[in-house]
């Protein structure tokens, strides 16, 4: 069965590959986002304020407020 907890799980894995593989900051800032409030992966603030950083390097805004 693919419920909601399935699709959280993989919009997460693609979201972590277009950050890790593509460098896409939007993407970083997602990684981050679901890393925050545990959507899809393990929550993990210390995860999070990494990937914020990231997002906000690449000057994605909504990062870097």
């Known amino acids: 069965r693919f ?3 399935n ?3 993989a ?3 693609n979201y ?3 950050a890790e593989e593509y ?3 939007q993407a970083q800032y997602e990684v ?3 890393y925050q409030n ?3 992966v393990e ?3 210390e995860k999070a304020v990494g990937w914020y950083y990231k997002a906000a390097e690449n000057g994605f805004m909504a990062a870097q407020m």
């Open 3 to 5: 419920g909601l907890r």
């Open 32 to 34: 981050a986002v679901r």
């Open 23 to 25: 460098d896409s900051p």
């Open 43 to 45: 929550k993990s603030e």
């Open 16 to 18: 972590k590959i277009a």
């Open 7 to 9: 699709h959280c799980r």
């Open 38 to 40: 545990g959507i899809g």
């Open 11 to 13: 919009a997460f894995l």
